[in-house]
C-alpha cells in the first residue's frame, strides 16, 4: 500500500512538472509572435494592484491597456519590417515603494520589458537608481510630483503634468471671487502634505491668510464632520481640499451641509466627473479643480471618449486622466519604437519620445504636447476648470519658464 | 463653545457607530475567548447589502437595513459553523488567524463583486436640521436614535430572556453553563448571529454618510479592537462608553490639537490602557 501510493506520488510530480513546463512555454510570448501574428513587446506595470490604493492602480492599467488593445487590433505598431503589439505585464506593489523595486525585478527577470509604469512618486524614485544600471529600462513615471525631475534620470519620462503648475492660477482664480482667508483641508498622504505645502506658500505670498492644517487622512477617515466643523470655525473664504475624488466629495457635501458657501480649491487628486457621482453640480459652485478629462478642449478627445466607451461600457463610470494620461503615453512609446526601430533598446526609445509626441496624430492625440524637456518631461497645454454659473469654465495653465523642449 | 457643541454631536454620532461595532466584538470574545477580526467584514457586508438595496433592488431604507440585519446575522452564524466550530479546544492563537483569513477572504470577495471602487450610497435623509448654532444632518440623527435603540434592545436580550441569560452564563463560566444543561453549541450560533447583527445595523447606518468599499471594515476594527480593550475586554457597557469616549476623543484632540493626530489618539490611549490598566478602564462581567 504504502509503496503504491509513494508511486503514485512520484507520478503526480511528473505530471506537475510537465505541466509546469508546458505552462511556462505557454507564457513564454518574449519575442515570439503571438497567435494573430504580431511579435509580443512585453510592457512592465508596477503599482497598486490591491489595498486601498487598488481602485487608482487599476484605472492606470485601464489606460494602458485600451491603448495595447488598440494597437493590436489595428494590426499593430511596425519596427524593423515587422509587426508588434504590446503585451502588459503586471507585479503589484500595494502602493508601497521598497515593494516597487522588488515588483520591477521580477518583471525584468520574468518578462525583460524595455519599458515599465509606476504610478506614485514613492515608487518611481526607487527605481530611478535601478533603471540605469543592466537590464537598463525606460521608466514612465505616472506622477505629478516635480521632485522626481531632481535627479535628471535620462531613462525617465514623466507623464502627468507637474503640480506645482495648478496653484498660482487657482488662486488667480479664487482669491478674487472669495476673499483672501484659505482654510487647510487636504489629504495628508505625502503627496497632499506637498500641495498643502505649495498652496500655503503662494496664498500667503499674495497676502492672504491661511488658517492652521486640519488635514485628515481622506483614505482611513470615516466621518470628516468634525474635520470640516473645525475648518469653518475659522470662517474661511475658500476650502482647500483633495484626496482621491469620492471622499472628496463627502468634505464638499459636508461644508456644503454646515453652511459654508465658499470656494473650494481642489487638489489635482480629484476628479470634478468623479465627484459628481456624490454631489451636485450646484455644490461644486466656487471649485477650481483640474479640468475634466472627457471634455478636454483638444481634437483627439471626443473619439477617444466614445472610443472608451465602446470598450468599457456607457455606465462603467467616466474616463479620467488616469486612464487618458497613460492611454497616451503608451501611444508614445509605440511610437518611438517605430522612429527609434527598435523594441528592446530603453535609450533609443527615449530619445524618440519627443519627436513621437509632436508628430501623433490627431486622432490619438489627447493632449497637445510639446515634447520632452531634459528631466525627462513631457510637456503640453494644461487646463484648469472654474465652476462658474453651473458650467466648467476652462482655465490655461502657463508651462514654466524654466522648460527646456529637446 | 458652538464649535465645542457642534463637535461634541459630531462625536457623538461617530462613537455610535464606533459602539455598535465593538459592542458585537466584545460579545463575541466574552463568550468564546475568539478575537474575531472577520468581525469588521460584517460591518463592510452590512453595508454592501444597504447599497445593493438602496441602488439594485429598490425598496425603503428601512427594508435595506432590516435585510442587512438579517443577511448578516446568517453570516455571522455560518462563520462560527463554518470555521470558529472546528476550532474548538485549539489555542486562540488558530482562532485569530482563522479570523485574520476570513476577514480577507470576505474582503476579497466584496473586490471580485464590486471592485475596489468608492460606492456612495444615495441618502435617504438628506435633511440639516440647524439648532443652536449646531447643524446636524437627518440621518446622523437617526445614526444617534438608532444605535440607542439597538444597544436598549441588547440590554433587554441578554437581561430579561432565556436567551441573553444563557449568553452571560456562559462568557462567565462555560464549563459551568455546559453542566446546568446549557447548549454552548447553540449559544455560540445565537452569539455570532447577534454580533452579526449588530455590525449589520453600525454598517447600514453609516453606509448613506460614508463610501462603501471592500476594506472599509478593516480601518474601524482596529479602532473596536482599541475599544474593546479600553472598555475591558468582554464587558458590554465598557464597549459602549468605550465607543463614544473614543470618538469624543478623536473629534476633540482634532478640534483642539490638530486633526492629523486625531488617528494616532485611539492607538495612543490603547498603550496608556494596557500601560497604567491592562484590564480595561471598566470592570470584566456580560
Given at each position: 500500500?504504502?509503496?503504491?501510493?509513494?508511486?503514485?506520488?512520484?507520478?503526480?510530480?511528473?505530471?506537475?512538472?510537465?505541466?509546469?513546463?508546458?505552462?511556462?512555454?505557454?507564457?513564454?510570448?518574449?519575442?515570439?509572435?503571438?497567435?494573430?501574428?504580431?511579435?509580443?513587446?512585453?510592457?512592465?506595470?508596477?503599482?497598486?494592484?490591491?489595498?486601498?490604493?487598488?481602485?487608482?492602480?487599476?484605472?492606470?492599467?485601464?489606460?494602458?491597456?485600451?491603448a495595447?488593445?488598440?494597437?493590436?487590433?489595428?494590426?499593430?505598431?511596425?519596427?524593423?519590417?515587422?509587426?508588434?503589439?504590446?503585451?502588459?505585464v503586471?507585479?503589484?506593489?500595494?502602493?508601497?515603494?521598497?515593494?516597487?523595486?522588488?515588483?520591477?525585478?521580477?518583471?525584468?527577470?520574468?518578462?525583460?520589458?524595455?519599458?515599465?509604469?509606476?504610478?506614485?512618486?514613492?515608487?518611481?524614485?526607487?527605481?530611478?537608481?535601478?533603471?540605469?544600471r543592466?537590464?537598463?529600462?525606460?521608466?514612465?513615471?505616472y506622477?505629478?510630483?516635480?521632485?522626481?525631475?531632481?535627479?535628471?534620470?535620462?531613462?525617465?519620462?514623466?507623464?502627468?503634468?507637474?503640480?506645482?503648475?495648478?496653484?498660482?492660477?487657482?488662486?488667480?482664480?479664487?482669491m478674487?471671487?472669495?476673499?483672501?482667508?484659505?482654510?487647510?483641508?487636504?489629504?495628508?498622504?505625502?503627496?497632499?502634505?506637498?500641495?498643502?505645502?505649495?498652496?500655503?506658500?503662494?496664498?500667503?505670498?499674495?497676502?492672504?491668510?491661511?488658517?492652521?492644517?486640519?488635514?485628515v487622512?481622506?483614505?482611513?477617515?470615516?466621518?470628516?464632520?468634525?474635520?470640516?466643523?473645525?475648518?469653518?470655525?475659522?470662517?474661511?473664504?475658500?476650502?482647500?481640499?483633495?484626496?482621491?475624488s469620492?471622499?472628496t466629495?463627502?468634505?464638499?457635501?459636508?461644508?456644503?451641509?454646515?453652511?459654508?458657501?465658499?470656494?473650494?480649491?481642489?487638489?489635482?487628486?480629484?476628479?470634478?466627473?468623479?465627484?459628481?457621482?456624490?454631489?451636485?453640480?450646484?455644490?461644486?459652485?466656487g471649485?477650481?479643480?483640474?479640468?475634466?478629462?472627457?471634455?478636454?478642449?483638444?481634437?483627439?478627445?471626443?473619439?477617444?471618449?466614445?472610443?472608451?466607451?465602446?470598450?468599457?461600457?456607457?455606465?462603467?463610470?467616466?474616463?479620467?486622466?488616469?486612464?487618458?494620461?497613460?492611454?497616451?503615453?503608451?501611444?508614445?512609446?509605440?511610437?518611438?519604437?517605430?522612429?527609434?526601430?527598435?523594441?528592446?533598446?530603453?535609450?533609443?526609445?527615449?530619445?524618440?519620445?519627443?519627436?513621437?509626441?509632436?508628430?501623433?496624430?490627431?486622432?490619438?492625440?489627447?493632449?497637445?504636447?510639446?515634447?520632452?524637456?531634459?528631466?525627462?518631461?513631457?510637456?503640453?497645454?494644461?487646463?484648469?476648470?472654474?465652476?462658474?454659473?453651473?458650467?466648467?469654465?476652462?482655465?490655461?495653465?502657463?508651462?514654466?519658464?524654466?522648460?527646456?523642449?529637446? | 463653545?458652538?464649535?465645542?457643541?457642534?463637535?461634541?454631536?459630531?462625536?457623538?454620532?461617530?462613537?455610535?457607530?464606533?459602539?455598535?461595532?465593538?459592542?458585537?466584538?466584545?460579545?463575541?470574545?466574552?463568550?468564546?475567548?475568539?478575537?474575531?477580526?472577520?468581525?469588521g467584514?460584517?460591518?463592510?457586508a452590512?453595508?454592501y447589502?444597504?447599497?445593493?438595496?438602496?441602488?439594485?433592488?429598490?425598496?425603503?431604507?428601512?427594508?435595506?437595513?432590516?435585510?442587512?440585519?438579517?443577511?448578516?446575522?446568517?453570516?455571522?452564524?455560518?462563520?462560527?459553523?463554518?470555521?470558529?466550530?472546528?476550532?474548538?479546544?485549539?489555542?486562540?492563537?488558530?482562532?485569530?488567524?482563522?479570523?485574520?483569513?476570513?476577514?480577507?477572504?470576505?474582503?476579497?470577495?466584496?473586490?471580485?463583486?464590486?471592485?475596489?471602487?468608492?460606492?456612495?450610497?444615495?441618502?435617504?435623509?438628506?435633511?440639516?436640521?440647524?439648532?443652536?448654532?449646531?447643524?446636524?444632518?437627518?440621518?446622523?440623527?437617526l445614526?444617534?436614535?438608532?444605535?440607542?435603540?439597538?444597544?436598549?434592545?441588547?440590554?433587554?436580550?441578554?437581561?430579561?430572556?432565556?436567551?441573553?441569560?444563557?449568553?452571560?452564563?456562559?462568557?462567565?463560566?462555560?464549563?459551568?453553563?455546559?453542566?446546568?444543561?446549557?447548549?454552548?453549541?447553540?449559544?455560540?450560533l445565537i452569539?455570532?448571529?447577534?454580533?452579526?447583527?449588530?455590525?449589520?445595523?453600525?454598517?447600514?447606518?453609516?453606509?448613506?454618510?460614508?463610501?462603501?468599499?471592500?476594506?472599509m471594515?478593516?480601518?474601524?476594527?482596529?479602532?473596536?479592537?482599541?475599544?474593546?480593550?479600553?472598555?475591558?475586554?468582554?464587558?458590554?457597557?465598557?464597549?459602549?462608553?468605550?465607543?463614544?469616549?473614543?470618538?469624543?476623543?478623536?473629534?476633540?484632540a482634532?478640534?483642539?490639537?490638530?486633526?492629523?493626530?486625531s488617528?494616532?489618539?485611539?492607538?495612543?490611549?490603547?498603550?496608556?490602557?494596557?500601560?497604567?490598566?491592562?484590564?480595561?478602564?471598566?470592570?470584566?462581567?456580560?
Amino acid at each position: 500500500m504504502r509503496r503504491i501510493r509513494r508511486r503514485s506520488g512520484s507520478a503526480g510530480r511528473l505530471v506537475l512538472l510537465a505541466s509546469v513546463v508546458f505552462l511556462a512555454g505557454a507564457c513564454g510570448g518574449e519575442g515570439g509572435a503571438g497567435e494573430d501574428g504580431l511579435e509580443v513587446v512585453p510592457i512592465g506595470f508596477a503599482g497598486p494592484l490591491s489595498g486601498g490604493a487598488a481602485y487608482y492602480g487599476r484605472n492606470v492599467l485601464r489606460g494602458l491597456q485600451m491603448a495595447s488593445d488598440e494597437i493590436a487590433e489595428s494590426g499593430g505598431f511596425m519596427v524593423d519590417g515587422r509587426a508588434h503589439r504590446f503585451e502588459i505585464v503586471t507585479a503589484d506593489d500595494r502602493y508601497l515603494p521598497y515593494e516597487t523595486s522588488t515588483a520591477a525585478r521580477r518583471l525584468l527577470q520574468q518578462n525583460q520589458p524595455a519599458v515599465i509604469l509606476v504610478p506614485h512618486a514613492g515608487g518611481i524614485r526607487a527605481l530611478q537608481e535601478i533603471n540605469l544600471r543592466e537590464p537598463k529600462f525606460l521608466l514612465l513615471a505616472y506622477s505629478s510630483e516635480p521632485s522626481i525631475l531632481e535627479a535628471q534620470n535620462p531613462l525617465m519620462v514623466m507623464l502627468p503634468p507637474r503640480f506645482d503648475g495648478y496653484q498660482e492660477p487657482f488662486i488667480d482664480v479664487l482669491m478674487p471671487r472669495f476673499g483672501n482667508r484659505l482654510a487647510l483641508l487636504g489629504t495628508t498622504t505625502a503627496y497632499g502634505r506637498a500641495w498643502t505645502e505649495s498652496v500655503t506658500a503662494e496664498w500667503t505670498s499674495r497676502g492672504g491668510t491661511v488658517g492652521r492644517d486640519h488635514g485628515v487622512d481622506y483614505n482611513t477617515t470615516t466621518d470628516f464632520t468634525g474635520a470640516v466643523s473645525r475648518a469653518l470655525a475659522d470662517n474661511p473664504d475658500v476650502l482647500f481640499i483633495g484626496g482621491p475624488s469620492q471622499p472628496t466629495a463627502l468634505v464638499i457635501r459636508a461644508a456644503r451641509e454646515q453652511g459654508f458657501g465658499g470656494g473650494f480649491l481642489i487638489m489635482d487628486q480629484a476628479k470634478f466627473m468623479e465627484m459628481l457621482d456624490i454631489v451636485s453640480m450646484e455644490a461644486l459652485e466656487g471649485a477650481v479643480g483640474v479640468y475634466p478629462q472627457s471634455l478636454y478642449p483638444t481634437e483627439g478627445t471626443p473619439g477617444w471618449v466614445a472610443r472608451y466607451h465602446e470598450r468599457f461600457g456607457q455606465d462603467f463610470q467616466v474616463p479620467t486622466s488616469e486612464v487618458a494620461i497613460n492611454y497616451q503615453g503608451l501611444h508614445l512609446v509605440a511610437r518611438a519604437m517605430e522612429l527609434a526601430g527598435t523594441t528592446t533598446d530603453p535609450e533609443a526609445i527615449r530619445a524618440r519620445i519627443g519627436e513621437a509626441a509632436r508628430t501623433m496624430p490627431d486622432e490619438l492625440r489627447i493632449f497637445d504636447m510639446g515634447g520632452v524637456t531634459d528631466a525627462g518631461h513631457l510637456t503640453r497645454a494644461v487646463f484648469a476648470a472654474h465652476v462658474l454659473n453651473g458650467e466648467f469654465i476652462a482655465v490655461p495653465i502657463p508651462v514654466p519658464a524654466s522648460t527646456q523642449l529637446r | 463653545m458652538t464649535l465645542f457643541a457642534q463637535q461634541f454631536v459630531n462625536g457623538i454620532a461617530l462613537g455610535s457607530v464606533y459602539a455598535l461595532v465593538a459592542l458585537g466584538l466584545t460579545l463575541v470574545y466574552g463568550v468564546l475567548k475568539v478575537p474575531n477580526f472577520a468581525h469588521g467584514a460584517l460591518y463592510m457586508a452590512g453595508a454592501y447589502v444597504v447599497y445593493v438595496m438602496l441602488t439594485a433592488v429598490g425598496g425603503s431604507y428601512a427594508l435595506a437595513i432590516a435585510v442587512a440585519v438579517v443577511v448578516i446575522a446568517v453570516m455571522g452564524a455560518a462563520m462560527e459553523f463554518v470555521v470558529f466550530r472546528r476550532l474548538e479546544g485549539k489555542s486562540s492563537v488558530h482562532a485569530m488567524i482563522a479570523a485574520l483569513g476570513v476577514l480577507f477572504f470576505l474582503e476579497g470577495t466584496a473586490d471580485v463583486i464590486w471592485g475596489p471602487d468608492f460606492r456612495p450610497v444615495p441618502t435617504p435623509l438628506d435633511g440639516v436640521v440647524t439648532a443652536f448654532g449646531i447643524n446636524i444632518t437627518e440621518q446622523r440623527i437617526l445614526v444617534i436614535v438608532a444605535a440607542i435603540v439597538a444597544m436598549a434592545g441588547l440590554y433587554f436580550l441578554l437581561k430579561r430572556t432565556l436567551v441573553g441569560m444563557s449568553i452571560e452564563a456562559m462568557a462567565q463560566d462555560r464549563e459551568g453553563a455546559l453542566l446546568v444543561g446549557i447548549d454552548t453549541r447553540r449559544v455560540a450560533l445565537i452569539t455570532f448571529a447577534i454580533s452579526g447583527a449588530l455590525a449589520a445595523i453600525a454598517g447600514a447606518l453609516i453606509a448613506p454618510l460614508v463610501l462603501v468599499f471592500p476594506t472599509m471594515g478593516a480601518v474601524i476594527i482596529l479602532k473596536a479592537f482599541v475599544i474593546v480593550i479600553l472598555g475591558g475586554m468582554g464587558s458590554v457597557p465598557g464597549a459602549i462608553l468605550g465607543g463614544y469616549l473614543l470618538a469624543l476623543a478623536e473629534t476633540m484632540a482634532g478640534t483642539y490639537v490638530a486633526f492629523a493626530f486625531s488617528e494616532l489618539i485611539a492607538f495612543a490611549l490603547l498603550v496608556l490602557v494596557l500601560v497604567f490598566r491592562p484590564t480595561g478602564l471598566f470592570q470584566k462581567g456580560v
